[in-house]
Nanobody, 115 residues
Framework: QVQLVESGGGLVQAGGSLRLSCVAS????????MGWYRQAPGKQRELVAA???????NYADSVKGRFTISRDNAKNTVYLQMNSLKPDDTAVYYC?????????WGQGTQVTVSS
């Protein structure tokens, strides 16, 4: 199992930026890909961005050009740089890790964008 701890959420005005971090521990050698998801009140959890062990990235259309996912293997950390934030980006953001045994999730971090 992989343990994931997110940080970096908070309150920001529209147009501002935040950087989320997700630190992985445990069976990190089993990770094939990591991703960021978000869930707004009353809505389903949705993919924001993902990065494979080979460095291939994928983004939701709604965040392309504004968000960037990256990783630091030495720190076992994945980042989500979020620029030009909009009120619609308000949600709890979750990190996940896909391994050969399944998917592990972090506890989430709240991002609130005020208009």
């Amino acid at each position: 199992q992989v343990q994931l701890v997110e940080s970096g959420g908070g309150l920001v005005q529209a147009g501002g930026s935040l950087r989320l971090s997700c630190v992985a521990s445990g069976r990190i050698f089993s990770i094939n890909a990591m991703g960021w998801y978000r869930q707004a009140p009353g809505k389903q959890r949705e993919l924001v961005a993902a990065i494979t062990i080979g460095g291939i990235t994928n983004y939701a259309d709604s965040v392309k050009g504004r968000f960037t996912i990256s990783r630091d293997n030495a720190k076992n950390t994945v980042y989500l740089q979020m620029n030009s934030l909009k009120p619609d980006d308000t949600a709890v953001y979750y990190c996940n890790a896909i391994t050969g045994l399944g998917i592990d999730w972090g506890q989430g971090t709240q991002v609130t964008v005020s208009s």
